[in-house]
Structures are given as C-alpha cells and as structure tokens.
C-alpha cells in the first residue's frame, strides 16, 4: 500500500485527501498541513514510487503503469482508512487522478480541488511530451526534469517550485521515472474525455495567473462545466500551493467550508 501520513481531527468527521503530481511527493504540502488540520481530519499520499512510497515486488516486473492503476493505489488507502468521503485537493498530474478517481468512484468524493490543473495539452506541451519521447533513452532523466520544470515554471517567482520538484524528482530511480513518462501516451484520449463530461461534484480551479501552458483550456472548460468555479492567483505559476500558500489555504479553506453535502 501506498505510504500515507494522517492528521485525525477531533471533531470534524470531513476528510480532505492530497494527492501530488509527478515527481513530487507529500511534502510539497507542507505549507498546507498547518492550516488544514484546524479544520479537518487529512490524508497526505505518496504516490508509487515517490517519497516513501517504494515501488513494489510486481511494480518491478510491470514496465507500464496506468492511470487506473494509480487511481487505484489511492482507493486502496481511502478504503483501509474507511474513509466513507473526502474532498480532493491536487496539483498539477495529481489533479488527472482525483478526475479519474471521481470518475470510477463518485461516492468517495465531496468536493474536488484542482491546482495547476491540467485538462488539455496545448501544442507546445503536446512538443514538450514528444521531445521527451524521443530523448528519454539516451538523456539523464533528471536533465530531461529540470528542462520540463523550466519550461512550465519559467519565472524568477516560480524557483523555489521548480527546486522543490527537482529536489523530490531526484529520489525517484530512472526506471520510475520512464514509467511515470510513458503515461503520457495515454492522456490525450482521457482528458478528451474529462473536457466532454461534467461530472457533477463540485469543482475548484484555482490556476496562477502565469501558469501559460495550461489556463487558457481550464478557462475554456470552466465556462462549460456548471458545477466548475475558476480563481486565478496574480504574480503565480503552476505549482499554486508553494509559491502562493497563504491565498490558496484561505480561498480552499473556505470552498470546502461553504459546500453542504
């Protein structure tokens, strides 16, 4: 099973889970434990393979991994903790899985949060994903990181985000990290999919201002989904919660305080 850390709360019976994209682990949310566990009772996860979260015996012998599969490791640590529902709170390739975990199991999820979203790759990160197809057998893996942290965080603002992901995108193995890339060839197909269902559950975008590869289509998405809501953090890019804690913890906080089940 997935590592996990817990934070139960005295008496709220509301769950709020996080789930990290890839390459990171659960400590990117570290600005986000604090404030949270006022309120709620949290789950942070590991993803497989990341932080504490070691690939396991048939991990090692299966080259492919798959969102479903990745969903299900998540599930698997909601339905031991008998966690009846949560709200969802992701970041970046975190945000596709909570998506895909509300789509095979709607009861779990309360509420759905998604920072940095991504739903649609735009030409450039569609070139970024080819590029890296091509190179990622013969260049470092951590060369071919670094390159996309740039490119998706160009800012001087955004560095302490971009160290941050290098940093935990270190602890993973090369073999990990070419699993984790070559989902890539399925995401197209499912975020198509994503773009064409309103799934009904409650749904927080919240993007920074800069984050260029990926708002414009959460933009577009939000004024098609009517259980969406969009909130753009200024002088922000991708990775929300890091370079902007205290604003994404208050407007967060406060959605899921609002929602009534």
Not at 28 to 39: A, H, N
Not at 44 to 62: A, C, V, W
Not at 152 to 164: A, F, Q, V
Request: charged fraction near 20%; include cysteine.
């Amino acid at each position: 099973m997935l590592n996990y850390y817990s934070y139960p709360h005295t008496t709220s019976r509301e769950w709020v889970t996080f789930v990290h994209g890839a390459g990171g682990s659960s400590s990117i949310w570290y600005k986000q434990v604090r404030d949270f566990k006022k309120y709620f009772n949290i789950l942070i996860l590991d993803l497989r393979g990341h932080g504490d979260s070691q690939p396991t015996l048939k991990d090692t012998f299966n080259s492919k991994y798959t969102f479903d599969s990745i969903t299900q490791d998540i599930v698997e640590v909601i339905d031991f903790l008998e966690i009846k529902k949560s709200h969802f709170i992701g970041i970046s390739l975190g945000t596709i899985l909570i998506r895909n975990l509300a789509e095979k199991r709607p009861e779990l999820v309360g509420s759905m949060i998604m920072g940095g979203a991504i739903i649609k790759m735009n030409f450039r990160s569609q070139v970024l994903m080819k590029v890296g197809n091509i190179f990622k057998s013969v260049v470092p893996y951590m060369l071919l990181y670094k390159l996309f942290a740039f490119i998706i965080m160009p800012k001087k603002n955004h560095k302490t985000s971009r160290s941050l992901f290098v940093q935990e995108a270190k602890k993973l193995y090369q073999k990990e990290f070419l699993r984790w890339f070559k989902l890539t060839s399925e995401i197209n197909p499912l975020l198509r999919f994503f773009r064409t269902k309103d799934i009904k559950i409650p749904t927080l975008y919240i993007m920074g201002a800069e984050d260029h590869l990926f708002l414009p289509s959460i933009k577009n998405i939000v004024s098609k989904h009517v259980t969406s809501s969009l909130l753009i953090i200024n002088n922000c890019g991708h990775v929300v919660n890091v370079e902007q804690p205290e604003t994404f913890n208050n407007e967060t906080i406060n959605f899921i305080t609002s929602l009534k089940y």
